[in-house]
């Protein structure tokens, strides 16, 4: 887990596993974290929604947010157990045109974020 968060980058602080060994400041600025992307998501109309996924099994603190997109729906369904086949589909048969798209896709996020740290 990197904290000290701030939104242009993470300086390490402490190696943890879970999102319980957080302090309380620290789960407060990754929820922030969480809603302003999860909100440029939405209001970039990138998904409707969103799963969100915080596994322990690693030996470092990840989370995971998963803009679910209609082909997921069409070609796996919904749930957690696909989003592994879902990423392997993805990188396995991502074009070039995808790629680009998921690029420009980035940078946008990335202005909206910039623009929500004017109002924090």
């Given at each position: ?24 400041d620290e789960?407060?600025e ?5 809603a302003?992307a999860?909100r440029?998501?939405k209001e ?15 030996k470092?603190?990840h989370?995971w ?7 997921m729906?069409?070609k796996f ?12 589909f ?28 004017k109002?924090d």
């Open positions: 887990m990197k904290t000290n968060m701030q939104r242009g980058g993470y300086e390490q602080k402490r190696h943890i596993q879970s999102f319980a060994e957080l302090t309380a789960r407060t990754i929820g922030n974290t969480i302003i999860e440029a998501l970039l109309k990138i998904a409707e929604t969103v799963t969100l996924v915080q596994e322990e099994r690693s470092h603190f989370i947010i998963f803009p679910n997109q209609e082909w729906l069409e369904g919904y749930g957690l157990q696909y989003l592994r086949d879902i990423n392997a993805a990188k396995d048969n991502a074009s070039d045109a995808d790629i680009e798209n998921v690029i420009r896709t980035a940078e946008e996020i990335k202005k909206y974020i910039e623009g929500e740290d109002y």
